[in-house]
Nanobody
Framework: QVQLVESGGGLVQPGDSMKLSCGYS????????MGWFRQAPGKEREFVAL????????SAADSVKGRFTISRDIAKKTVFLQMNSLKPEDTAVYYC????????????????????WGQGTQVTVSS
């Protein structure tokens, strides 16, 4: 139904900025809310941010509020994660995900509510 491919990861220094992209495709793919999750070694996959189907609503985890911004270009079928003031603890594999009618619900941070996932892109923040 929805295929997703992340790009833009790499190695950056603390305090730097970088922007991740996730191109998506498939039948009715613009009907889905889009989210970003991340997973560090030995840790569970954690919620980062969500943007609604139309882009009118967004939410971010407390750990990244004020630093990360999620956005999407509906026409180009791409969702972005702008990451500023990066910290070593932001190091993780970042995944984009798609889910139906997640925005506005009580548990947008639950990975089980998302139906489709990309393969992930590594973000390493180190000096």
């Amino acid at each position: 139904q929805v295929q997703l491919v992340e790009s833009g990861g790499g190695l950056v220094q603390p305090g730097d900025s970088m922007k991740l992209s996730c191109g998506y495709s498939g039948h009715s793919s613009n009907d889905y809310d889009m989210g970003w999750f991340r997973q560090a070694p030995g840790k569970e996959r954690e919620f980062v941010a969500l943007i609604s189907r139309t882009g009118d609503k967004s939410s971010a985890a407390d750990s990244v509020k004020g630093r990360f911004t999620i956005s999407r270009d509906i026409a180009k079928k791409t969702v972005f994660l702008q990451m500023n003031s990066l910290k070593p603890e932001d190091t993780a594999v970042y995944y984009c995900a798609a889910g139906f009618h997640i925005a506005g619900t009580s548990r947008i941070d639950s990975k089980y509510k998302y139906d489709y996932w990309g393969q992930g892109t590594q973000v390493t923040v180190s000096s």
